[in-house]
């Protein structure tokens, strides 16, 4: 059963970095000299890419002898997200823009995906509204033919701004029962930006939302263990 064996793995990697060298019989790893491995919100268009849009931006190769060893794969990265949003209003007209940024990532272990499969390293959504430019009511309520301020009444004006993030920028995937041979680890990262204004009068309110999503410095190291034997 797959938790039992997930079970050992993390025991195991409890005690990996405690002491490496306990129980890394084999290890490999791979890091981005400059931090130009992803830059902005989408990848170069002559990176290698998979069928979900993914680009691959670091890779290592282990070599195994011997009975199928489980892999602890470490992947960390910089990450950086930019958001902005922009409203105006007037007239009492709602103005909201949002932005949202997301870095996602998974790892390849000779092209099959490592457990647990995609991670959101880097996630936010930003959103901004404004409702200005409050509507003055006014009524000649003591008809004395003359309207005072005080018979007026304003509406409330209103702002409001939303952000929720999420990031995981170290994780450990795992790959199980791997044989003999020589093996290639891949990591993949997706980017990934969108932006939305919506307006209740285009004549009263306008808006503007920009993101983008970049990775800087990488690290990948790979490490061979001793899983549980039970399935």
């Known amino acids: 059963m797959m938790n039992s064996k997930l079970k050992s793995i993390s025991l195991l990697i409890g005690s990996l970095l405690l002491a490496p060298a306990t129980f890394a019989e084999n290890a490999a790893s791979a890091f981005t000299n400059d931090g130009t491995a992803v830059i902005g919100a989408a990848a170069v268009r002559a990176a290698i890419t998979d069928e979900e849009g993914f680009t691959k931006v670091l890779s290592t190769e282990l070599k195994n002898s011997g009975t199928p060893k489980d892999l602890v794969i470490g992947l960390s990265f910089e990450t950086s997200l930019f958001t902005e949003t922009v409203v105006a209003s007037k007239k009492g007209t709602k103005t909201t823009a949002t932005a949202d940024a997301t870095i996602e990532m998974k790892v390849y272990v000779d092209g099959v995906p490592a457990a647990p499969g995609t991670v959101v390293f880097d996630k936010r959504t930003q959103t901004l509204w404004a409702k200005l430019g409050g509507i003055l009511d006014c ?42 041979g020589s093996h290639t680890i891949e990591a ?44």
């Open 139 to 180: 009524d000649d309520l003591n008809t004395d033919g003359i309207v005072s301020f005080d018979e007026c009444t304003l509406t409330e004006e209103e702002i409001g701004l939303i952000l929720d993030t999420r990031s995981a920028h170290t994780f450990n995937f795992l790959a199980y029962n791997i044989g003999s």
């Open 188 to 231: 993949f990262a997706k980017l990934s930006k969108d932006g939305q204004v919506v307006v209740e009068n285009p004549d009263d309110g306008y808006g503007t939302a920009n993101a983008s999503a970049t990775l800087g410095k990488g690290t990948l190291s790979v490490w061979e263990v001793h899983g549980s034997n039970t399935d």
